[in-house]
């Protein structure tokens, strides 16, 4: 049976804002153990790691329209997700199921040509999200802590893709700085709450009161994600003997710090978008740090 999309969706070009492509920039992640690993100068573990990217952000893609059909009340009510492609009625919640399917099929055909130990982890990853939508995201602090591990899922992909060395370092860390920012994202939520005088997050388990706690935990996150980064360059990357100049990667941390902190600061003055990502992406400054950390990887391997 041939699946079509309705002519409105496409004239309209919403098709990419409801796959929410822009999330793509999250599954770089993938590419992070291939060049931490020392071989970023061989080909195929490139077309490895770009094959797992493909069938990872496919996928995701199902499982963002997955979501938006799931909340699609709710997202009405919200401050941003309410200009969504489905929740504005751009896209029909038929035409959101056809793309579903699509994605999914096209991830599933993409990650068959990467290989078994990318098909599993997608498989992992498709089941934790679904138990996150249909359940999950509505009990506060699991609900980032499932989100900080689907992110770390990310880098396990890049591991199973490129065949590199397996980091625990690497992976707590990323655990760390991801809890921090979906803490932040939940903070400035809170935040909204509180500026419209209400008490209860629509379709969350989270309370106006609760923003110090998830304040204090993120801030905590971060510091946490700074210090384990820190580790990890001693552990392990001095002593692996990629880096010419390994004593350069201690601006990694420093920048790390001075991005997270402004991540906080912004969103303590109420100034963050509600998805840290999508105000990365946005942000000069950020932009200009992430600049600044391939520049000293770069001096550092050369």
């Known amino acids: ?42 080909a195929n ?4 790691a770009i094959e797992a990217f493909g069938a990872f952000s496919l996928l995701a ?35 959101g199921r056809k793309l579903i399917v699509i994605c999914c099929l096209g991830a599933a055909a993409t990650a068959l040509i990467a290989g078994w130990g990318c ?29 900080s591990a689907l992110y770390t899922l990310r880098l396990g992909l890049g591991v199973v893709a490129t065949n590199v060395r397996f980091s625990p370092w690497l992976f707590v860390f990323s655990i760390f700085i991801f809890l921090s920012l979906s803490l932040a994202k939940r903070q400035t939520e809170i935040a909204r709450l509180l500026m419209r005088g209400e008490e209860f997050m629509p379709g969350r388990g989270y309370r106006a009161s609760d ?25 392990d990357a001095f002593p692996f003997g990629f880096y010419a100049h390994p004593e350069l990667l201690w601006g990694i941390a420093v920048i790390m710090f001075l991005w997270l902190s402004r991540i906080w600061l912004l ?6 978008d509600d998805d840290p990502v999508a105000f990365a992406l946005k942000d ?17 391997v050369l």
């Open 267 to 272: 969103c303590h003055r109420g100034q963050l």
């Open 119 to 147: 098909v599993e982890i997608l498989a992992i990853y498709l089941a934790a999200s679904l138990v996150y939508t249909f359940w999950l995201k509505r009990e506060p602090i699991v609900d980032v802590f499932i989100l």
């Open 211 to 235: 923003g110090p706690l998830v304040l204090t935990m993120g801030v905590a996150a971060m510091i946490a994600a700074v210090l384990v980064l820190v580790i990890y360059l001693i552990e």
């Open 61 to 95: 893609s199902a499982v963002y329209l997955m979501n938006d059909i799931r909340d699609l009340q709710v997202d009405r009510q919200h401050w941003s997700k309410r200009r969504r492609p489905l929740a504005s009625g751009e896209l029909s919640v038929a035409d």
């Open 45 to 48: 573990v490139w077309l490895h």
């Open 1 to 42: 049976m041939m699946i079509t999309i309705s002519r409105r969706a496409l004239r309209t070009a919403v098709l990419w804002r409801a796959m929410r492509a822009h999330q793509w920039a999250k599954n770089l992640l993938i590419f992070v153990p291939l060049v931490l690993g020392g071989r970023s100068t061989e």
């Open 284 to 300: 000069r400054l950020s932009l200009f740090y992430a600049a600044m950390v391939g520049a000293i990887f770069v001096a550092a």
